[in-house]
């Protein structure tokens, strides 16, 4: 029997064919850490509440139960390692489709895997990656009516910004018919119209930014994104490039 997801729009050959729900769970991702071998390709859990909500670089993810979509995709594939580490970009520009298409509003994509709208953060993306799979966890403000005060200066929903309510599985059957199309264009093209895409979406742009990373924190202004992925720091009139970081904006 095919699951509700297709009552709100899923039109993909794989994306989200097989369905999964939970009340409450630790972590979508984690669950498909753990049960990728017996799952197929396109499996995607969604939970309407996390106990153990992740981001990247150690972040805890705070979703509101009901309000906030939390869910992750398993995508096995059979693309190298340096395509594979891609897919959150294909993850980011999906999504900015989605947004856009929903309610007609222009995201922009803060390297490597956040949305915002007006410096503030709308959704956030936790790809992990192993041997024959990519987990690609996704959390977005979707019908939150407030945050908590240490938050509300940062965060926003897209209620919040539009007025406009959405069902959580309607958003999320249109998120996975872009995201199927951008992992195409990936697997097909390769990265540079994904990069494109992002570039001219770019929230960092020209941004005077702090980049925590491992080992320092490294100072200077974004020039945009390579064709690794990498992000293009002018320091001191030198270009870097960064791999991986916590990015802070020097307001
Ligand atoms: C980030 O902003 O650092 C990424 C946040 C990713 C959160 C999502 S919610 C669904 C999936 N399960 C998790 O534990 N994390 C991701």
């Known amino acids: 029997m095919k699951n509700i997801l297709f009552n709100h729009g899923l039109t993909t050959k794989e994306l989200g064919h097989n369905f999964i729900v939970f009340d409450e769970i630790e972590s979508t991702n984690d669950y498909l850490n753990e049960k990728a071998n017996d799952l197929a390709h396109g499996s995607v859990v969604k939970a309407i509440y996390q106990t153990k909500g992740k981001g990247r670089l150690d972040h805890k993810w705070h979703g509101e139960k009901n309000t906030s979509l939390m869910f992750s995709v398993l995508i096995k594939t059979k693309m190298n390692a340096t395509l594979k580490i891609k897919i959150v970009f294909a993850a980011a520009i999906a999504l900015f489709h989605t947004i856009k298409k929903l309610y007609n509003i222009t995201t922009s994509i ?24 990519v987990i690609a966890g996704i959390g977005i403000n979707v019908n939150q009516q407030d945050f908590p005060e240490e938050i509300q200066n940062i965060a926003s929903s897209l209620l919040l910004i539009t007025g406009i309510k959405v069902d959580l599985n309607m958003f999320l059957a249109n998120f996975l018919n872009y995201f199927e199309n951008t992992i195409n264009t990936l697997c097909t093209e390769g990265f540079y119209p994904i990069r494109e895409e992002i570039t001219k979406n770019f929230y960092l742009m020209n941004k005077e930014v702090n980049i925590e ?17 990498q992000l293009l720091l002018d320091v001191s009139g030198k270009i870097k490039k960064i791999m991986a970081g916590d990015v802070h904006i020097c307001f």
Do not use: E, R
């Open 213 to 229: 990373t491992p080992k320092k924190t490294i100072h200077g202004i974004v020039k945009g994104m390579d064709d690794d992925g």
């Open 110 to 133: 803060k390297w490597p895997n956040d949305l915002y709208f007006s410096d503030k953060k709308i959704a956030g993306i936790l790809c992990q990656m192993q041997n024959d799979f």
